[in-house]
């Protein structure tokens, strides 16, 4: 077992160890204008927009490291009457750039560090596909949630820049209330479409 996933395992195992059961906020909010299709949930967790895109039709694959969250992933899928391939592995040894390349329509990504493995990721989007991501922030401001260790935290535009080959549909750095406490958070969202001609869709405020 690699020291990853035993430490989330450990994590995992916690009954303690709570995590949010809502979708990243932008995902539920856009769902109506996101294409349907194939979905990807990269470091799933509990399963929180695994569960979200596999209600709302989704044939979803959703990955994580840890056999603990995945065994209470399926267990919530059980009790909310929904299938989803849950696959354990690191995103590392996911095979995105062969069979899977331009497979998804959704791939979603919450709180998990993975600008390298951003192109792969990118290249699994099907042509009009949309990448949904949220993760932490390093900030001067008082933070309560999230990695100790600016390692693991964004700086600011980090993940902007990386995907400006992208179409731009949504980009906000903040804090707001998680589980826990305050946390400094980026959210993207992000078309798989170029040109300057597009479509942009109409949301609700």
């Known amino acids: 077992m690699t020291d990853d996933r035993a430490r989330w395992n450990e994590k995992y195992d916690d009954p303690d160890f709570d995590l949010p059961d809502d979708p990243i906020p932008e995902l539920e ?22 569960l979200f895109l596999a209600e709302h039709g989704y044939d979803v694959d959703a990955i ?15 009790e ?10 690191d995103l590392a040894e996911f095979d995105l750039e062969g069979e899977r390349a331009a497979e998804y329509d959704v791939i979603s990504v919450s709180f998990f560090a993975a600008l390298e493995h951003l192109p792969a990721l990118k290249e699994a989007l099907a042509p009009g596909g949309v990448l949904v991501y949220e993760h932490h922030l390093r900030s001067s401001d008082p933070i309560e949630v999230g990695p100790s260790s600016d390692g693991h935290r964004y700086r600011s535009n980090d993940l902007l820049r990386a995907c400006l080959d992208l ?24 078309r798989n479409s170029r040109g300057g001609a597009q479509s942009y869709p109409l949301l609700e405020e």
């Open 64 to 78: 994580d490291v840890s056999d603990a969250a995945l065994e209470r992933a399926r267990d919530r899928a059980a």
């Open 167 to 190: 179409t731009i549909l949504h980009y906000e750095e903040r804090r707001r209330e998680v589980i826990g406490g305050t946390a400094a958070v980026v959210t993207l969202v992000a």
């Open 80 to 89: 909310r009457g929904v299938e989803v391939d849950w696959i354990r592995t």
């Open 29 to 50: 909010r856009r769902i109506d204008t996101v294409p349907d299709g194939r979905a990807l949930d990269v470091a799933t967790g509990t399963g929180r927009n695994a």
